[in-house]
């Protein structure tokens, strides 16, 4: 009895001590599941390479692999003790099946006691095979809301967290990156050709690990529609030129109104991206983009903000009483100043009480809350004829520029010409011909608006002759604004402007345009012109409507766009890129249009 006793003793601490044993042979050597060795049975000189921690196989020496990989091959293998080897859910013993590798092929080997499981992903590429981080089919929609047909959204999902990038193929690529981290992604490819079979490179980047695959894809379009412009480059100096490629409103008659088709074409003359708004049946004014890769305008009551693949984001409508026309611009606190008609408005002009149109602004929040309205009427002489009566529009306002440093405006009527108001609606000064200026008011005139105008000086500071003053006549050294458009401020803070010389010098001169830079002096109230470009050009450059003017924040250049030129018969529009210092064009194209109710921005 002892004796049993002694030995049910001596059995339980075995057994304590063997399960003890067990259990601290388990901390220290749980159950694997690697992947130890791989190799192909009829590829017995290529050899692989296992990364355990990115669970890729790969080969190291490609010059090994025949031309042809898409075919059936013998996988041989190596894995951790009591593991077992899967193929999407078939267990594979080594050597004993063949597989096409040609999209890679993942293995997944799970522990003995199905507590550890890894996955691998071979391939024979040179590259890594998209179909590690890709995993499933990618959808292709062209043009997907009728509005961009150079655009395709492209939607697939990721095996884990990746941002994504890609590269249209071509003579002038087009590279874009969403930096958004994601599984499940919807990409905007921006920058197709038309009526081509488009070649596209998706690059996927793991966040975790940083590894990049690579998927090229193909992307049909139509055809444009054959009203639109060719594009022609007539100079083209890319070294000297602002990187990137070129915009330009376009708009075309329709039974007494007007479609917009805003349109961006590269230096070979390629249309690459444009919104046909046509359906809208509205001419979208001041089409405008943002840091936010979209693009805004405005039509009646309405902005309308949509991204660059034609997807409509918002819409910011005001108060009715208020018709948006020819400008919109979005200040840095996010809210918009807007050009606009108001529907009641009244004025005694020459004695008669009349309506007044196009002679306002206001300032209008992300929500449509008018915030703030200026009055033309109030700080102007709506009697003012000498340049052109325009009858009800009296100013005809067409551009506004924010002066973020005084906080204040610049703004451009056609009729009269540019002058500067403060946030009150007080005049600061008026840049345009002294003839004709009389008292300022919509009804009562009690403000005299002499005392506001610039005076024209030389470079030296002395006062032109009278005549100048007035604007009866001209100088090689001055010149004043006639029917100008888009007035901003260069880095320097002069004054840049498209000075389309409509009626120059009261019908007394030849027809020319030019972009023009005055600095002004408000202490003294006065205006030197410091550089034009565009008189020389005559009647090939002449513009009596529309047009722009813009500074190239890289090179310094400057752009000096004629809006709409009838010569030779046809009209057309230009976009000319000048190297200020040298005068020299460094880029030119033509859009030559096909409907003469056709004008270009």
Same mark, same amino acid.
């Given at each position: 009895?002892?004796?049993?006793?002694?030995?049910?003793?001596?059995?339980?601490?075995?057994?304590?001590?063997?399960?003890?044993?067990?259990?601290?042979?388990?901390? +220290?050597?749980?159950?694997?599941?690697?992947?130890?060795?791989?190799?192909?049975?009829?590829?017995?000189?290529?050899?692989?390479?296992?990364?355990?921690?990115?669970?890729?196989?790969?080969?190291?020496?490609?010059?090994?692999?025949?031309?042809?990989?898409?075919?059936?091959?013998?996988?041989?293998?190596?894995?951790?003790?009591?593991?077992?080897?899967?193929?999407?859910?078939?267990?594979?013993?080594?050597?004993?099946?063949?597989?096409?590798?040609?999209?890679?092929?993942?293995?997944?080997?799970?522990?003995?006691?199905?507590?550890?499981?890894?996955?691998?992903?071979?391939?024979?590429?040179?590259?890594?095979?998209?179909?590690?981080?890709?995993?499933?089919?990618?959808?292709?929609?062209?043009?997907?809301?009728?509005?961009?047909?150079?655009?395709?959204?492209?939607?697939?999902?990721?095996?884990?967290?990746?941002?994504?990038?890609?590269?249209?193929?071509?003579?002038?690529?087009?590279?874009?990156?969403?930096?958004?981290?994601?599984?499940?992604?919807?990409?905007?490819?921006?920058?197709?050709?038309?009526?081509?079979?488009?070649?596209?490179?998706?690059?996927?980047?793991?966040?975790?690990?940083?590894?990049?695959?690579?998927?090229?894809?193909?992307?049909? #379009?139509?055809?444009?529609?054959?009203?639109?412009?060719?594009?022609?480059?007539?100079?083209?100096?890319?070294?000297?030129?602002?990187?990137?490629?070129?915009?330009?409103?376009?708009?075309?008659?329709?039974?007494?109104?007007?479609?917009?088709?805003?349109?961006?074409?590269?230096?070979?003359?390629?249309?690459?991206?444009?919104?046909?708004?046509?359906?809208?049946?509205?001419?979208?004014?001041?089409?405008?983009?943002?840091?936010?890769?979209?693009?805004?305008?405005?039509?009646?009551?309405?902005?309308?903000?949509?991204?660059?693949?034609?997807?409509?984001?918002?819409?910011?409508?005001?108060?009715?009483?208020?018709?948006?026309?020819?400008?919109?611009?979005?200040?840095?606190?996010?809210?918009?100043?807007?050009?606009?008609?108001?529907?009641?408005?009244?004025?005694?002009?020459?004695?008669?009480?009349?309506?007044?149109?196009?002679?306002?602004?206001?300032?209008?929040?992300?929500?449509?809350?008018?915030?703030?309205?200026?009055?033309?009427?109030?700080?102007?002489?709506?009697?003012? #004829?000498?340049?052109?009566?325009?009858?009800?529009?009296?100013?005809?306002?067409?551009?506004?520029?924010?002066?973020?440093?005084?906080?204040?405006?610049?703004?451009?009527?056609?009729?009269?010409?540019?002058?500067?108001?403060?946030?009150?609606?007080?005049?600061?000064?008026?840049?345009?011909?002294?003839?004709?200026?009389? +008292?300022?008011?919509?009804?009562?005139?009690?403000?005299?608006?002499?005392?506001?105008?610039?005076?024209?000086?030389?470079?030296?500071?002395?006062?032109?002759?009278?005549?100048?003053?007035?604007?009866?006549?001209?100088?090689?050294?001055?010149?004043?604004?006639?029917?100008?458009?888009?007035?901003?401020?260069?880095?320097?803070?002069?004054?840049?402007?498209?000075?389309?010389?409509?009626?120059?010098?009261?019908?007394?001169?030849?027809?020319?345009?030019?972009?023009?830079?005055?600095?002004?002096?408000? +202490?003294?109230?006065?205006?030197?012109?410091?550089?034009?470009?565009?008189?020389?050009?005559?009647?090939?450059?002449?513009?009596?409507?529309?047009?722009?003017?813009?500074?190239?924040?890289?090179?310094?250049?400057?752009?000096?766009?004629?809006?709409?030129?009838?010569?030779?018969?046809?009209?057309?529009?230009?976009?000319?890129?000048?190297?200020?210092?040298?005068?020299?064009?460094?880029?030119?194209?033509?859009?030559?249009?096909?409907?003469?109710?056709?004008?270009?921005?």
């Amino acid at each position: 009895m002892q004796l049993s006793k002694l030995l049910f003793v001596v059995l339980v601490i075995s057994l304590s001590l063997f399960i003890s044993s067990c259990d601290s042979a388990g901390s +220290k050597y749980p159950f694997q599941a690697d992947l130890l060795e791989f190799s192909i049975d009829e590829l017995p000189n290529t050899v692989f390479s296992i990364d355990q921690d990115l669970g890729l196989v790969q080969v190291l020496n490609p010059e090994s692999l025949p031309n042809q990989i898409d075919t059936l091959f013998t996988a041989n293998f190596e894995i951790s003790d009591g593991s077992a080897l899967f193929v999407r859910g078939s267990l594979v013993m080594p050597g004993a099946e063949k597989f096409n590798f040609s999209d890679g092929l993942f293995l997944t080997i799970v522990s003995e006691d199905s507590g550890n499981e890894n996955t691998y992903f071979v391939h024979l590429n040179r590259e890594i095979h998209p179909n590690y981080l890709i995993s499933n089919e990618i959808r292709i929609q062209v043009n997907p809301y009728d509005i961009n047909p150079l655009g395709a959204r492209v939607s697939f999902r990721t095996r884990e967290q990746t941002r994504v990038s890609y590269k249209v193929l071509g003579d002038k690529p087009i590279y874009r990156t969403h930096n958004g981290r994601s599984s499940e992604h919807q990409v905007d490819v921006i920058g197709l050709y038309a009526n081509t079979v488009n070649q596209v490179v998706l690059n996927i980047t793991s966040y975790e690990t940083d590894v990049t695959v690579r998927d090229t894809i193909s992307i049909a #379009t139509e055809p444009l529609p054959d009203f639109l412009p060719d594009p022609e480059i007539n100079v083209l100096n890319e070294s000297e030129m602002e990187p990137g490629m070129h915009f330009s409103e376009f708009n075309i008659g329709n039974a007494g109104s007007y479609n917009s088709y805003p349109l961006i074409f590269d230096n070979n003359g390629d249309i690459r991206w444009i919104a046909d708004l046509s359906e809208a049946g509205r001419l979208a004014w001041a089409v405008k983009f943002d840091e936010t890769s979209s693009f805004y305008f405005t039509h009646g009551n309405t902005i309308y903000h949509y991204n660059m693949l034609g997807r409509e984001i918002k819409n910011t409508t005001f108060d009715d009483v208020y018709i948006a026309h020819h400008e919109v611009l979005k200040l840095p606190n996010g809210n918009f100043i807007v050009a606009v008609s108001k529907t009641s408005a009244r004025m005694i002009k020459n004695g008669e009480e009349r309506p007044s149109v196009e002679d306002f602004i206001i300032e209008v929040d992300p929500f449509g809350n008018v915030l703030t309205e200026w009055d033309m009427a109030e700080i102007l002489d709506v009697n003012r #004829t000498d340049l052109i009566d325009g009858g009800n529009d009296w100013f005809h306002m067409n551009a506004i520029w924010y002066d973020q440093e005084d906080h204040a405006l610049i703004i451009s009527g056609r009729n009269q010409g540019i002058v500067k108001v403060n946030w009150e609606n007080e005049l600061q000064w008026i840049l345009a011909p002294h003839k004709g200026w009389g +008292k300022a008011g919509r009804f009562e005139k009690t403000v005299e608006t002499s005392p506001y105008l610039l005076t024209a000086v030389s470079i030296s500071g002395e006062p032109f002759s009278e005549d100048i003053q007035n604007g009866t006549q001209e100088s090689s050294d001055f010149s004043w604004t006639w029917g100008q458009h888009t007035p901003m401020y260069l880095p320097g803070g002069h004054l840049f402007v498209f000075d389309n010389g409509f009626n120059r010098n009261f019908g007394n001169s030849t027809d020319y345009s030019m972009g023009t830079e005055y600095a002004i002096h408000e +202490k003294t109230m006065t205006v030197k012109k410091i550089w034009s470009y565009g008189r020389s050009r005559g009647g090939e450059f002449f513009s009596n409507i529309i047009s722009d003017v813009d500074h190239l924040p890289e090179t310094g250049n400057r752009l000096v766009m004629p809006g709409i030129v009838y010569e030779g018969g046809g009209s057309y529009s230009k976009i000319t890129e000048v190297d200020p210092a040298t005068k020299q064009v460094v880029f030119e194209s033509t859009l030559h249009f096909k409907n003469q109710l056709v004008d270009g921005g």
